[in-house]
Nanobody, 121 residues
């Protein structure tokens, strides 16, 4: 069974930084693309950044130059370094992992419970 444990959210002021972490467990699985999505009140969930197991990244335009996604494959953990935070970054941030059995082309998706990020003066 897969579990995703997110941490690092909180209340910060505009211009501050936060680092989110998402640790995936499930030792029999191989974790492929992992990433972060966010959902603000009254809005749809949207992609923030994703990273493949090989380190290829993709960012939403609204975070380019401010956020950096990285991962530690040995720990099955993905990070999101968020700098220069703005009030419009306020949202629940969700971790998502694609995983599967070693050698199998079938991938599954799993979502974390989310962590609240609030940017306010």
């Amino acid at each position: 069974q897969v579990q995703l444990v997110e941490s690092g959210g909180g209340l910060v002021m505009p211009g501050d930084s936060l680092r989110l972490s998402c640790a995936a467990s499930g030792s029999i699985f191989v974790f492929h693309t992992m990433g972060w999505y966010r959902q603000a009140p009254g809005k749809q969930r949207e992609l923030v950044a994703v990273i493949t197991s090989g380190g290829t990244t993709n960012y939403a335009d609204f975070v380019k130059g401010r956020f950096t996604i990285s991962r530690d494959n040995a720990k099955n953990t993905v990070y999101l370094q968020m700098n220069s935070l703005k009030p419009e970054d306020t949202a629940i941030y969700y971790c998502k992992a694609e995983y599967g059995y070693s050698g199998s082309p079938t991938h599954y998706s799993y979502w974390g419970q989310g962590t609240q990020v609030t940017v306010s003066s």
